[in-house]
Structures are given as C-alpha cells and as structure tokens.
C-alpha cells in the first residue's frame, strides 16, 4: 500500500461546479497537509497549507483535513476553465524530517 | 514574496557534457530541495540541504552533485549523463527551523539528454 493515495484522474467537470479533490494516506503521523497546483510543464504552485485537523478557507479553494479517517480534501468552487491543471496533495510528519511525500496528482479539466 | 527561480529554463546536453542548474531564493529559507519529475509523475525527491549542509540524499548516482553555495543559492552540477534523466528537474524551498514547513517550488529546468 503506497502512504498517499490520489485518484490520477483525469476528472472533467463543467465550468461553475464544484471540484472536490481526495488523498488518502496510512501514516498517522503526518500533520503538515499540502495541496499544489501543476500546469502542464511548469513547477508546482502552492495553494493551500494546513496543519493538523480542521478546514482553511481562501478564496475559491478550500482545503480540509479530517486526520481520524487518514483524509483530506481540497474544494474548489466555481471552477474556471484556467483551474485546469494536475493538483498534487503533499503531506509530511515530525518537524525536522524535510521529506515530504507526494500523492502521484489528479488532472483535472474544466470545461468551459 | 514566495519565489524560487531557475536557471536555465531548458537545457540539451549530450552524454559528454558537464552542465549546471541554478536555483536561488530570497525568502531567508534555511532548507533547499532538489527534485526530479518525470512525465505524469510526482516529483521525486533527489537531496536536501538544511543549512547549507546536505542532509539528505535519496541514493542519487553520482553523476549529479548538489552544491549549496550560500543560504540562498543551490547548484545542481551534472556530468555523463544518461537518456533516462531526461526530466524536469525542479528546486524548492522552506523554512529550515522546522521541517514540514510550507515548501515552495521554482519553474523548473526542463533538461533533455541526447
């Protein structure tokens, strides 16, 4: 069983709805929650960053972390064709181990 | 500001080449990272610096050697490359006091192999 699980996708959606993106992971010791977002070609840009449980609003995306059932979720709303991108989730444990490790990503479309 | 940048954008090289990737950030971040992704994959970690001193290297062979020049500079010289590390080869960047920090990408290089 990998650590982070991701569905690759690839998941189309209509323009304006609702995206809701998944990891799912087996160590309970990871506290620190990542979600990117990767155009084709380009370096992944941070979107949302949490840590522990709880949920984080900004903007159109929001990022969710339920550690009890080893889950977390990233929504956005309103989707705009230039959402289209892969979207990695990353995750890490202790501080100090500087190893993050990366759900292999979901591609997304919006269409418009 | 949250920006790592990467120089160069795109390199071609052969297998007899020697070539640098430089990587530079200006966020007082005290750990650097270098990865490699390959198409439709994560990204793979490759080494770390905490720092200025590598903490981890992931196994990579030899013919890539990471340098940490200053808190804000990062090399990646390689040297007898192979077709198979074609790939983009990203760094990033994070707090060093406390690992599992945001961690912060650069555009990457894009490097092929002949």
């Known amino acids: 069983q990998k650590e982070v699980e991701q569905d690759p996708g690839p998941l189309s959606v209509p323009e304006g709805a609702i995206v809701s993106l998944n990891c799912t992971y087996s160590?309970?010791?990871?506290?620190?929650f990542m979600w990117y977002r990767q155009y084709s070609r380009k370096g992944p840009e941070l979107l949302m960053y949490?840590?522990?449980?709880g949920n984080k609003e900004d903007g159109r995306f929001t990022a969710q972390v339920d550690k009890s059932s080893k889950y977390i979720s990233l929504f956005i709303r309103d989707s705009q064709p230039s959402d289209s991108a892969t979207y990695l989730c990353a995750m890490s444990a202790l501080p100090g181990t500087y190893k993050y490790i990366f759900g292999t990503g979901t591609r997304l479309k919006v269409l418009a | 500001d949250t920006e790592v940048t990467q120089t160069p954008k795109h390199l071609v090289m052969g297998m007899t080449n020697k070539k640098s990737l430089k990587c530079e950030q200006h966020?007082?971040?005290?750990?650097m990272y270098w990865y490699k992704q390959k198409a439709k994959k994560p990204p793979e970690l490759m080494f770390v610096y905490s720092y200025e001193k590598l903490s981890i290297n992931e196994s990579v062979p030899s013919r890539f050697s990471p340098e940490c020049p200053n808190s804000s500079l990062l090399n990646l010289h390689l040297h007898a490359l192979q077709p198979e590390d074609s790939a983009l080869y990203l760094c990033?960047?994070?707090?060093?006091?406390?690992?599992?920090?945001?961690?912060?990408f650069g555009p990457g290089t894009r490097l092929t192999v002949l």
């Open positions: 990033a960047s994070s707090q060093g006091l406390a690992g599992g920090r945001e961690q912060f």
């Open positions: 949490t840590y522990s449980s």
């Open positions: 966020m007082g971040h005290r750990a």
């Open positions: 160590n309970s010791a990871f506290q620190y």
